[in-house]
C-alpha cells in the first residue's frame, strides 16, 4: 500500500492564481481531512469527509473548497491565492474520526507571493 | 478558543536524560489523547494515545500520564536518544465520529 499520497511536494503561486492540491489513499479510509501547518500553530483543520458525497468545514476553511467524488480521492482547491494561504499542507485519513489513528500524506509546501 | 495548551513550545534535552511535554484540555467530553511525532519533511505519525479509563500508558521508552480530574496529559520520553529529536503534537477529541483538536507542538532536541 502506498498510504496517503500527496502532490505535489512543493509549489509557488502568485497572489490571485488558483490550484488544486490532490490527495489520494489506498487504504479504503472512510474519514479524510486536509490540515495545515504553520509555525508555532500546530495542525489547523481545514476541511474534512466523512464519506464520498459528503464534507464539512474544519476551523480554517475560509479560501478552501473541498470535493469528495470517490473514497480515494479528496482534493483541495485553493481559489484567488494569498499570501495568509503560505503553509505546509498535510492530508490524512482514517477508519473513522475521533479514537483511530490518522494517517498522513508527507506534506504540500504552498508559498504564495 | 484553545481547547488543547501543549508546553514547551521548545526543548532540549541531554541525551540519556528525560523529555516531559505536557498538555491540557478544556472540554470534559473528550476521550481520546493520542500523541503524534513529526520529523523534518514528513507528515505525523501516531507514536502513542491513551483513553480516561487508565492513568498511564507505556510504550517502549515512550509513557502517557493521564490525570483525568486535572484535564491534563503528559509525554515522558525516558532515555532520550538523538533519534527522538522530531515535533510532538499532542491531540484530544471524543469518541464516535467526532475529530481531534491538536496542541501546537513541541520541538524537541536531543544532544548527545
Known amino acids: 500500500n502506498a498510504g496517503v499520497t500527496q502532490t505535489p511536494k512543493f509549489r509557488i503561486l502568485k497572489i490571485g492564481q488558483s490550484m488544486t492540491l490532490q490527495c489520494a489513499q489506498d487504504?479504503?479510509?472512510?474519514?479524510m481531512y486536509w490540515y495545515r501547518q504553520d509555525p508555532g500553530m500546530g495542525l489547523k483543520l481545514i476541511y474534512y469527509s466523512v464519506g464520498a458525497g459528503i464534507t464539512d468545514k474544519g476551523e480554517v476553511p475560509n479560501g478552501y473548497n473541498v470535493s469528495r467524488s470517490t473514497t480515494e480521492d479528496f482534493p483541495l482547491r485553493l481559489e484567488l491565492a494569498a499570501p495568509s494561504q503560505t503553509s505546509v499542507y498535510f492530508c490524512?485519513?482514517?477508519?473513522?474520526?475521533?479514537?483511530?489513528?490518522?494517517?498522513f500524506g508527507p506534506g504540500t509546501r504552498l508559498t504564495v507571493t | 478558543q484553545q481547547q488543547v495548551k501543549q508546553s514547551p513550545q521548545s526543548l532540549i534535552v541531554q541525551k540519556g536524560g528525560i523529555s516531559i511535554i505536557n498538555c491540557a484540555y478544556e472540554?470534559?467530553?473528550?476521550?481520546?489523547f493520542p500523541w503524534y511525532q513529526q520529523f523534518p519533511g514528513k507528515g505525523p505519525a501516531l507514536l502513542i494515545a491513551?483513553?480516561?479509563?487508565?492513568s498511564e500508558k507505556k510504550e517502549g521508552r515512550f509513557t502517557i500520564s493521564f490525570n483525568k480530574s486535572a484535564k491534563q496529559f503528559s509525554l515522558h520520553i525516558m532515555d532520550s536518544q538523538p533519534g527522538d529529536s522530531a515535533t510532538y503534537f499532542c491531540?484530544?477529541?471524543?469518541?464516535?465520529?467526532?475529530?481531534?483538536?491538536f496542541g501546537i507542538g513541541t520541538k524537541l532536541q536531543v544532544i548527545p
Open positions: 490524512a485519513s482514517s477508519i473513522v474520526a475521533g479514537g483511530y489513528e490518522q494517517y
Open positions: 487504504m479504503n479510509h472512510n474519514y
Open positions: 491531540a484530544a477529541g471524543p469518541g464516535g465520529y467526532q475529530k481531534v483538536t
Open positions: 472540554n470534559t467530553a473528550f476521550d481520546y
Open positions: 491513551i483513553r480516561p479509563d487508565v
